[in-house]
C-alpha cells in the first residue's frame, strides 16, 4: 500500500506501472534526483496535486 510518506523512488521500484499515474498529474519528476527522496505528500505538494485523491488512484 502506498502512503503519504512512501518516497517516489520505492512507488516506481515496486509498482512502475504506477508512472503513468503520476505523468497523468504532471509530476514528471519521476526521473529526477529529487524522486529519490521525495515523499509522494512532498511532491504533490509541490505540484498543487490534492494527497488523498492521489493515493487513492495510486492505490487503486
Given amino acids: 500500500m502506498i ?3 512512501t518516497k517516489i523512488v520505492e512507488i516506481l521500484e515496486k509498482a512502475p506501472e504506477k ?3 503520476l505523468l497523468a498529474e504532471g509530476m514528471h519528476c519521476i526521473g529526477c534526483p529529487s524522486a529519490q527522496s ?3 505528500e512532498e511532491a504533490c505538494k ?8 492521489m493515493l487513492k488512484k495510486l492505490n487503486a
Fill in 38 to 40: 521525495e515523499t509522494i
Fill in 3 to 5: 502512503e503519504k510518506n
Fill in 46 to 53: 509541490a505540484h498543487g496535486v490534492d494527497i488523498e485523491e
Fill in 19 to 21: 508512472a503513468g499515474v
